[in-house]
């Protein structure tokens, strides 16, 4: 499985990005991906996730109304596009599927790719 994050860079607020999540190594299509971010000094958060099954959507309370995730099964790709951008916005945001394997659950990650609003 290998994810690779890409669309990071610096933004001022208001502005909007769209961050890519290519995949290969596996059934994109049959699975779930997530976007999560971690910003210095806090705990890595879920932002956005969407279902394989239908696309349904999830977001997080502080993203939601302004970030919109989506997959095209056909690139084998997750997008996040983020309008509005706050400097609070401000992360690392990596792109994460998971698969269990004998009942143990096993977690797969991007490199990250670096948000920074700010004026």
Do not use: H
């Given at each position: 499985?290998?994810?690779?994050?890409?669309?990071g860079g610096l933004v001022q607020p208001g502005g909007s990005l769209r961050l890519s999540c290519a995949a290969s190594g596996f059934t994109f299509s049959s699975y779930a991906m997530t976007w999560y971010?971690?910003?210095p000094g806090?705990?890595?958060e879920l932002v956005a996730r969407i279902f394989s099954a239908g696309g349904t959507t999830n977001y997080a309370d502080s993203v939601k109304g302004r970030f919109t995730i989506s997959r095209d099964n056909a690139k084998n790709t997750v997008y996040l596009q983020m309008n509005s951008l706050k400097p609070e916005d401000t992360a690392?945001?990596?792109?994460?599927?998971?698969k269990y394997i004998s009942g143990s659950k096993l977690d797969y990650w991007g490199q990250g790719t670096q948000v920074t609003v700010s004026s």
């Amino acid at each position: 499985v290998q994810l690779v994050e890409s669309g990071g860079g610096l933004v001022q607020p208001g502005g909007s990005l769209r961050l890519s999540c290519a995949a290969s190594g596996f059934t994109f299509s049959s699975y779930a991906m997530t976007w999560y971010r971690q910003a210095p000094g806090k705990e890595r958060e879920l932002v956005a996730r969407i279902f394989s099954a239908g696309g349904t959507t999830n977001y997080a309370d502080s993203v939601k109304g302004r970030f919109t995730i989506s997959r095209d099964n056909a690139k084998n790709t997750v997008y996040l596009q983020m309008n509005s951008l706050k400097p609070e916005d401000t992360a690392v945001y990596y792109c994460n599927t998971w698969k269990y394997i004998s009942g143990s659950k096993l977690d797969y990650w991007g490199q990250g790719t670096q948000v920074t609003v700010s004026s």
